[in-house]
T-cell receptor, first 114, second 110 residues
Framework: GAVVSQHPSWVICKSGTSVKIECRSL??????MFWYRQFPKQSLMLMAT?????????EQGVEKDKFLINHASLTLSTLTVTSAHPEDSSFYIC??????????FGSGTRLTVV | GQSLEQPSEVTAVEGAIVQINCTYQ??????LSWYQQHDGGAPTFLSY????GLEETGRFSSFLSRSDSYGYLLLQELQMKDSASYFCAVRRAAGNKLTFGGGTRVLVKP
């Protein structure tokens, strides 16, 4: 079946630095990838939709300058958290969509900003 | 906008049956999905209903009534490993976005 690889699985960074999270579809081409954020004991909140070759579309309330999304190829989407602060500490999950397989989720990235 | 309501927590014993209800309000409804998530892990797909009726997959079944904007997930023969959070999610026609409910934490006791 479809597999989405997400790296890193966890990262600790200093406040003010930037962190890049990669999401890669291993055996299929994903024209659309979604990025979610999940705080402890809460639901997954959609942050943005990443489409290959075009600008990402962000959900209301999500700062596009803070959460930079790049979908340069059909198999790779990246989320960069810029100038991270402790309140950005969360679980970030990507998901690729394909009609044949539905939604395939990455394993998630636990970000801790200290 | 979209909203999905599901109970926050359910506790049951091993071998029991648990039903998790989900009501939703959304535009451009395409289908209702269910996901399981263990602490620290990614969501795992359980079931999907695009049409009214019951879908059965082993110990898990899911039901949808589009006219009532309602669905449920039925967990049968509960096992300890079923302790997890369960999310209903609506697939919207526009952009194929998936919107999640708040999640139901299921605790299975011996």
């Amino acid at each position: 079946g479809a597999v989405v690889s997400q790296h890193p699985s966890w990262v600790i960074c200093k406040s003010g630095t930037s962190v890049k999270i990669e999401c890669r579809s291993l055996d299929f081409q994903a024209t659309t990838m979604f990025w979610y954020r999940q705080f402890p004991k809460q639901s997954l909140m959609l942050m943005a939709t990443s489409n290959e070759g075009s600008k990402a579309t962000y959900e209301q309330g999500v700062e596009k300058d803070k959460f930079l999304i790049n979908h340069a190829s059909l198999t790779l989407s990246t989320l960069t958290v810029t100038s991270a602060h402790p309140e950005d500490s969360s679980f970030y999950i990507c998901s690729a969509f394909r009609d044949a397989d539905g939604y395939t989720f990455g394993s998630g990235t636990r970000l801790t900003v200290v | 906008g979209q909203s999905l309501e599901q109970p926050s927590e359910v506790t049951a014993v091993e071998g029991a049956i648990v039903q998790i209800n989900c009501t939703y309000q959304t535009s451009g409804f395409y289908g209702l999905s269910w996901y399981q998530q263990h602490d620290g892990g990614a969501p795992t797909f359980l079931s999907y209903n695009a049409l009214d009726g019951l879908e059965e997959t082993g110990r898990f079944s899911s039901f949808l009534s589009r006219s009532d904007s309602y669905g449920y997930l039925l967990l049968q023969e509960l096992q300890m490993k079923d302790s997890a959070s369960y999310f209903c999610a609506v697939r919207r026609a526009a952009g194929n976005k998936l919107t999640f409910g708040g999640g139901t934490r299921v605790l299975v006791k011996p």
